[in-house]
């Protein structure tokens, strides 16, 4: 066995070992990997191990971004996007030569954000420093009847939702390019609500550079009188649709939008032959987000963050810095300084 990095002649190679794994996510994609260096002007660091036959076995991706702290290392960045090993990982040669080549890298911190499909993050590092919920709803594209289906997952209070929307004559569209306006300007207006981080325009202007739509993503919407009040940005890799950007206007929260726009969502899935609907992660502690997800027919799985603190100057920098100079990428958990440093 031995380690190659990815350059664009293994690209055909890495797809093809990726569509060859049950577990793969969206995240482990070139086209997520072209995208994140676009987005966040940072470098890919993607590891694989192949064989004696030139077959690659396992992959780690990693991006680095660089800046007057030191390298940053994430597997993956941007909003805890999973990352860590995929292939072989059971097998020790494989980790060791992994281990070997992290030990050879140059940075200030390093993090992996497991996949909640195949948490294998301990094989790196058994020192867990912030530990997330995720929720998968199974998909079974075999079934007769989708809609039966989704009845059989689905909480009573959620039919309910669903079938307040109908009568209110909410009707949902794909609109995929036609929506990026309003999915950014909704999704801004919501985040300032609840004062959380805005994803950039930037995201939403190179989503179709990098992505094709009704293959790779799909923008739902949720229209009353012609007029959209609620969107779902969902993409699609592999074996598993990702949750990835929902909206709604704020007036119009009880008319229940996104509950129409998720039986559709759900439904049109299973017809696309996806078996994972993943809803990402959620803190512990949001047990709101949490219950929202379950009603959904949505299983618990956790995973994990790691991650290996070097500089320790990084703990004495304000977040706003970091955030300035390293944006998108997590350095450490904000909410343990001490035990970081103490490591």
Same mark, same amino acid.
């Given at each position: ?34 995208? +994140? &260096?676009?987005? +966040? ?27 007057? +702290? ?17 292939? #072989? ?6 980790? !060791?030569?992994?281990? #070997?080549?992290?030990?050879?890298? #140059? ?43 989704? &009845? ?11 079938? !307040? ?56 919407? @949720?229209?009353? *009188? ?5 969107? +779902? ?7 598993? @649709? ?35 609907? *993943? ?65």
């Amino acid at each position: 066995m031995k380690i190659e990095i990815l350059t664009p002649e293994y690209y055909s190679e890495y797809e093809s070992f990726l569509q060859s794994q049950p577990d793969s996510l969206l995240y482990h994609s070139i086209k997520y990997k072209n995208f +994140l &260096e676009d987005l +966040l002007n940072c470098q890919s660091h993607y590891v694989l191990i192949k064989n004696s036959d030139h077959t690659i076995i396992a992959a780690l991706p990693l991006m680095i971004k660089q800046g007057s +702290l030191g390298p940053i290392i994430n597997s993956l960045p941007y909003y805890g996007s999973n990352g860590g090993m995929i292939g #072989d990982i059971n097998n020790p040669n494989v980790i !060791k030569l992994f281990k #070997d080549h992290l030990k050879s890298l #140059d940075y200030a911190s390093m993090t992996f954000v497991s996949s909640p499909i195949l948490d294998n993050i301990a094989h790196i590092s058994p020192e867990v420093t912030d530990q997330r919920v995720s929720q998968i709803t199974p998909l079974k594209p075999s079934v007769d009847d989708f809609d039966v289906y989704i &009845e059989s997952l689905i909480e009573s209070s959620t039919r309910r939702n669903i079938n !307040k929307a109908k009568r209110l004559g909410i009707e949902v569209k794909v609109r995929n390019y036609d929506a990026l306006d309003f999915l950014e300007k909704i999704h801004n207006e919501n985040m300032q609500v609840v004062g959380g981080k805005a994803k950039t325009h930037n995201f939403f202007q190179k989503i179709p550079h990098h992505f094709i739509a009704d293959q790779d993503f799909k923008i739902y919407t @949720a229209e009353l *009188n012609n007029q959209p009040i609620a969107a +779902l940005l969902v993409f699609f890799y592999n074996k598993t @649709a990702e949750y990835f950007t929902p909206v709604t206007k704020h007036e119009f929260r009880e008319s229940q939008p996104m509950a129409a726009i998720l039986a559709y969502a759900l439904k049109d899935a299973m017809i696309m032959g996806y078996t994972n609907w *993943n809803w990402g992660g959620t803190w512990i502690t949001q047990t709101g987000v949490y219950q929202f997800k379950k009603k959904w027919g949505a299983q618990e799985r956790s995973y994990n963050y790691v991650t290996i603190l070097k500089n320790l100057d990084i703990l004495t920098t304000s977040r706003e810095s970091l955030s300035k100079e390293y944006d998108g990428f997590y350095m450490y958990n904000f909410n343990e300084v001490a035990k970081h440093a103490k490591n």
